[in-house]
């Protein structure tokens, strides 16, 4: 049971009133438990045909390049191709999920500069939706860690930053020391959230709700880099104005 409201206790420290609204919270575990158990089958069965359909579309899109096709062949090889590269992301948050539940998402840390993958990774950032993003750090900021999973997180942050900003057209990216740790803030001028919704931010099928259906999603993205984060030890915090944009930060320990 979830309470928020205030308890009185007796000198030995039992409560004894409580005043404010209770709500049973089984029903709430059970429902995230069924999902899990659904996310994890049709995951599964989903993986065998995008592979084998993700591995034909690659030869497709050699064969495009190299032989004489028409320009109508190229629009909708490149539009499928588009539209499969976002399904593969969107399973592989999937299967992310179920390793995260069973601890089998193994972290293969390197030594790394992180202003080199912040930089290489914007680089096919937000193009496709014609968005700056304006990069600033500190040289040199060596950190130890899963290069591939810091990736992620990075692109899960500046994606959402882009997708919750419709009638903004930027997005600011710092990086740097701070504390003795590495430290990145996504920041973005968009419809920023709700005070009351920022605590559950980072809780797996969360989404605020009442934003109707003009932005999709799983609300899997930030459970994802938060879990991550957490297994580098670093930190995943978010700060935002609701109606002027949200910056959202991680911390990473230094090499
Ligand atoms: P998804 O975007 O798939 O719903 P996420 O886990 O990435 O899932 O985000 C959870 C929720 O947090 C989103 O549904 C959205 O309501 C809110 N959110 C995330 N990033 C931002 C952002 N940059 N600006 C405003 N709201 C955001």
Redesign the pocket.
Known sequence: VKGVGKAVFDAEGTAIRFSGTLQDITEDRTIQLRKDEFISVASHELKTPITSLNASMQILQKLVKTEEVSDKIRLFVGKAGNNLNKLVHLLDDLLNVTKLQQGQLALNKTRFNLGDLINDSCEHLGQEDSYPIYITGEPDVMVYADYRRIDQVLV?LVN??I???PQSKKVDISYGRDNGMAVVHVQ?Y????NPEKLPH?FDRY???DG?GHQ?S???????ISAEIIKRHDGQISVD?VWGNG?T?SFTLPLD
């Open positions: 899960n959402n930053a997708k919750y900003s973005d968009g419809i920023g959230i931010l969360y989404r605020v934003l932005f999603g799983l609300g899997l993205g930030l459970y935002s949200s959202f």
